[in-house]
């Protein structure tokens, strides 16, 4: 069965850090691009960051560039996000997520998301 | 960065009614769109990719429309299921991907 489970989430206070993770398994990890999407509270989704399958390419959103990195461990099934400098926006429960297929050599992002982890809550807040 | 416009943002409905739900691209996206349900508390759940493709599992009550920057879900028949809040987004770019702002299906 494929699955996606999530944890690091926690409460911080502005400017700090957090490292969330996100195990995989049940499909060839390195494979698909994978990428992290959030839901901040009774709002819609928001896409955060997506890395290619080798982990060798990463696109951020705007709100992000710059605070968060994402980086993955292809040896382990593992999909990681940076999170530096952190602010009360940022507050949301966070999604891994897998893309669908794969198209390319590397595996860039270009597909829907299939499947998705439980989430795991970050709250930013003094 | 591509904007996705879906409408109406509420839709009440009642079981056995047909609905539709459309996503608006700011720009042509071809057909590189999808639709995911989300119910209360839950994590979304993908029902349509490539605009028309019915992801396996997923009721064929469910279908999925357009192409450019009109598309359109339709829910043949409501059951009571079917209640959530809705989503499209499109993925035609290597990133941004944008979703829409939401539908949210009520019972009438």
């Known amino acids: 069965e494929v699955q996606l489970l999530e944890s690091g989430g926690g409460l911080v206070q502005p400017g700090g850090s957090l490292r969330l993770s996100c195990a995989a398994s049940?499909?060839?990890?390195?494979?698909?691009?994978m990428s992290w999407v959030r839901q901040a509270p009774g709002k819609g989704l928001e896409w955060v960051s997506a890395?290619?399958?080798?982990?060798?390419?990463?696109y951020y959103a705007d709100s992000v560039k710059g605070r968060f990195s994402i980086s993955r461990d292809n040896s382990n099934n593992m999909l990681y996000l940076q999170m530096n400098g952190l602010r009360a926006e940022d507050t949301a429960v966070y999604y891994c997520?897998?893309?669908?297929?794969?198209?390319?050599?590397?595996?860039?992002?270009?597909?829907?998301?299939?499947?998705w982890g439980q989430g795991t809550v970050v709250t930013v807040s003094s | 960065d591509i904007q996705m416009t879906q409408f109406p943002s509420t839709l009440s409905a009642s079981v056995g009614d047909r609905v539709t739900i459309t996503c608006r691209a700011s720009?042509?996206?071809?057909?590189?769109l999808a639709w995911y349900q989300q119910k209360p508390g839950k994590v979304p759940k993908l029902l349509i990719y490539?605009?028309?493709s019915l992801q396996g599992g997923v009721p064929s009550r469910f279908s999925g429309s357009g192409s450019g920057t009109e598309f359109t879900l339709t829910i043949s028949s409501l059951q009571p299921d079917d209640f959530a809040t809705y989503y499209c987004?499109?993925?035609?770019?290597?990133?941004?991907?944008?979703f829409g702002q939401g539908t949210t299906l009520e019972i009438k």
């Open positions: 997520a897998k893309e669908r297929y794969c198209s390319t050599v590397d595996c860039l992002p270009d597909d829907a998301f299939d499947v």
């Open positions: 049940g499909f060839s990890f390195s494979r698909y691009a």
């Open positions: 890395s290619s399958g080798s982990g060798g390419s990463a």
């Open positions: 720009q042509s996206i071809s057909r590189w």
């Open positions: 490539k605009a028309s």
């Open positions: 987004q499109q993925y035609s770019t290597y990133t941004p991907y944008t």
